[in-house]
């Protein structure tokens, strides 16, 4: 096993989250410009299936999801929160009025059943344990989440990329239902959503459910 393998395996959701906390790159010209990127077209055809009015992304970056959604959505209620202020702050200036805060996904500083929609893009891939994170979506969320993430039901999947690429596969299926989801669809992002990318091409998965109407305030 080479340096940069070993590096990667170790990358754990601590120090993930210290890298983008941290990270320092041209948001706008790396980041916001791929508002059109094909697979968050898709994001917003999912969110066209079904009626709602407000949205927060966890790990929203500066906005590129939300910079999409909005052109494709009148008059409803977007936010996000994001790990980087860097990010946040750009975002600030490019959504006036918008809902963004710096926040992190196992701490979400809203309401319970505050937004219809709670959406991550490629932000629990870097979770290894996702539990909390779940419950505090599920918290948070009224009607539906929809996920564009990385899911496999494979244990030698899960591990495979892990040693490969770092990242945290998890079986949004079992996940999801655990946590009393329903309504769970899983669909496997077509290459022509995301051509340019890995561990997509594999692992990525669009996920939407419906959020329980019972939430329990645990965090075990």
Known sequence: MNFCVIKNVFKTTKRWTGYWQRRKIDWKNRYLVTYSHPHRELISRVL??????????????????????????KGKQIGGI??????????????????????????????????????SDMCLMYIRHPDKAIKEIMRVARTHIVFCELHSDSFYGKIK????????????????????????????????????????????????????????????
């Open 161 to 220: 990329l892990l040693f490969k690429e770092g990242y945290y596969a998890h079986n949004y299926l079992k996940l999801l239902e655990k946590h009393g989801f329903y309504d769970i669809m899983i669909m496997k992002i077509p290459l022509e959503c995301w051509p340019d990318g890995n561990p997509q091409k594999t692992y990525g998965y669009i996920i939407k459910a419906r959020v329980p109407k019972n939430i329990t305030h645990t965090y075990n």
């Open 82 to 119: 994001d790990i980087n202020e860097d990010a946040i702050n750009l975002a600030k200036q490019t959504f006036n009025g918008a809902f963004l805060k710096v926040g992190n996904t196992e701490d979400i500083m809203m309401s319970d059943k505050s937004v219809d929609v709670v959406l």
């Open 48 to 73: 066209a299936t079904f009626t709602w009015m407000s949205l927060l992304e966890i790990g929203c970056g500066p906005g590129a999801n939300i910079y999409n959604i909005i052109s494709h959505f």
